[in-house]
């Protein structure tokens, strides 16, 4: 940089980062469309079997009792060992960087959820079973509704390790994606390269967030009308 006088091999100019961008955009953005597309997949899976697990736990106090330390445990495993372990059990294809996003993303959601199930009043509950309510329709009504909020601070924090997760798993092994990209900017000593993949990658991570709020508002204003219809 001109006004430190470090070298741009280490730390390029915010000029040189967005040339760079510039100049490889139809590089950078195939690039992109790969790790956004593996990074979709596994997350919408990953809030599907967050979802399950959260419903099993929530009906099975001794299957949580035994299934949470293993998640937790799950959690501890760095991803930087994670990444080349799924490429080596699994290949180089598409479902170990989707297995890898799953396990990095989905229990966020998971303790959002239990959380927000159990969060509902036990007053509120228990007028619910002197009605008659079965467990089922007390979840379904009560339970769920309560967990919305919950679940989508689950979400947005899920979400931000989505992309990095990708990344990573395209780091262990991979044709295409940012991961990759970024690895051959390295090798090259493209400090600019691999500042403009790393802007890509935080852009799109704020895209999925701000799609989340969307939703999250849609669905509150639904939310809304249905309480006071």
């Known amino acids: 940089m001109a006004l430190t ?7 390029p100019a915010p000029s040189d980062v967005l040339n760079g961008l510039w100049v490889e955009r139809y590089v950078i953005a195939r690039h992109t469309l790969a790790t956004l597309g593996v990074a979709l997949v596994g997350f919408s899976l990953s809030v599907i079997f967050a979802f399950v697990v959260s419903i099993l736990l929530h009906f099975s ?5 035994g299934m949470m330390p293993l998640l937790v445990a799950s959690q501890t ?24 996003v799953i396990l990095v993303t989905f229990f966020p959601m998971v303790v959002s959820l239990t959380f927000g199930y159990a969060s509902l009043p036990r007053a ?6 002197s009605m008659g309510a079965t467990r089922w329709v007390i979840f379904r009504r009560a339970a769920l509704p309560s967990a919305r ?18 990344i990573f798993a395209e780091y262990a092994g991979a044709r295409r994606g940012l ?15 691999v500042l403009s993949a790393v ?17 999250e ?3 509150s204003r639904r939310h809304r009308r249905e309480n006071n219809a």
């Open 199 to 215: 802007l890509v990658s935080a852009c799109l991570t704020l895209v999925l967030l701000t799609v989340i709020k969307g939703i």
């Open 61 to 65: 106090g001794w299957l949580r009792r």
């Open 77 to 100: 495993v760095p991803i930087v060992a994670l990444a080349p372990l799924m490429v080596l059990w699994f290949g180089f294809g598409l479902l170990p960087k989707v297995l890898l």
């Open 5 to 11: 006088d470090v070298s741009s091999l280490v730390l």
């Open 179 to 193: 991961g990759i990209y970024i690895l051959a900017a390295k090798n090259n000593f493209r400090a600019d390269l």
């Open 124 to 129: 509120f509950r228990d007028q619910l079973v």
């Open 217 to 219: 508002r849609m669905t």
């Open 149 to 166: 909020a919950h679940f989508f601070s689950g979400l947005r924090i899920s979400a931000t390790y989505a992309i990095v997760a990708t």
